[in-house]
């Protein structure tokens, strides 16, 4: 079972880069690393998916080192929209009792 | 708009009484998922189904049982609710494909039991 840590909350202001770590020492060979975003009221959302390197889309980009016991979120110039939790998931379709997410890194921007 | 769609949105119980939070998709997908999300504790897995006919334990089952007769449906049942089962509830759904499992997740249904 691929347990995940994050950090509890981060502050940033607008414009800034957000880089969120999620640490998971015991990941599995199968396993992809998911990030997802929640704001208040509302289910959480993908963002980004990676094996491995790193992975780069239209909101975020994704840093997985080569040993994958960790990955790093990147939120390019955030802005006060971005403010929500971001939630770490390692696992995969075969283990579907795996898919259990941490306690999330609460985000506030600040103007 | 394909998605998932819960039911109740809100709902507040006595102690004691059945309840049955509802979950439809229309994405066709394998696997189906209820969390429970308690302030502090992040979003916890109560039950699975990997596919139609199939259903798993979670890391938080117990009070709570699921039923996955057809792709679409996934309710989750309390049969005696408590007030430790106040929290908000979501559904959550993936193709199940090898690998690279990404969930989608219904807007939630927040149930209080007094």
């Known amino acids: 079972l691929a347990k995940t840590t994050q950090p509890i909350s981060m502050d940033s202001y607008e414009g800034q880069e957000v880089n969120i770590t999620c640490s998971h020492n015991n990941i599995a060979t199968n396993d992809y690393i998911t990030w997802y975003q929640q704001f208040p009221s509302q289910g959480p959302r993908f963002i980004i998916q990676g094996y491995k390197t790193k992975v780069t889309n239209e909101v975020a980009s994704l840093f997985i080192p080569a040993d994958r016991k960790s990955s790093t979120l990147s939120l390019p110039r955030v802005s006060l929209s971005d403010t929500a939790v971001y939630y770490c998931?390692?696992?995969?379709?075969?283990?579907?009792?795996?898919?259990?997410f941490g306690k999330g890194t609460m985000l506030l921007v600040s103007p | 708009i394909a998605g998932i769609t819960q039911a109740p949105t809100s709902q507040i119980l006595a102690a004691g009484r059945r309840m049955t939070l509802r979950c439809t998709q229309d994405m066709r997908h394998n696997a189906m998922y209820w969390y429970r999300q308690d302030l502090g504790l992040g979003l916890r897995l109560i039950h699975y189904?990997?596919?139609?006919?199939?259903?798993g334990k979670g890391e938080v089952p117990d009070g709570y049982s699921v039923s996955r007769a057809n792709t679409d449906d996934f309710p989750l049942t309390l049969a005696s609710a408590v007030p430790s089962q106040t929290s908000v509830y979501f559904c959550a759904s993936s193709r199940g494909d090898s690998g690279a499992n990404v969930l989608t997740f219904g807007a939630g249904s927040r149930l209080t039991v007094l």
């Open positions: 189904s990997n596919t139609a006919g199939t259903t």
């Open positions: 998931l390692v696992g995969d379709a075969a283990g579907y009792s795996t898919l259990t």
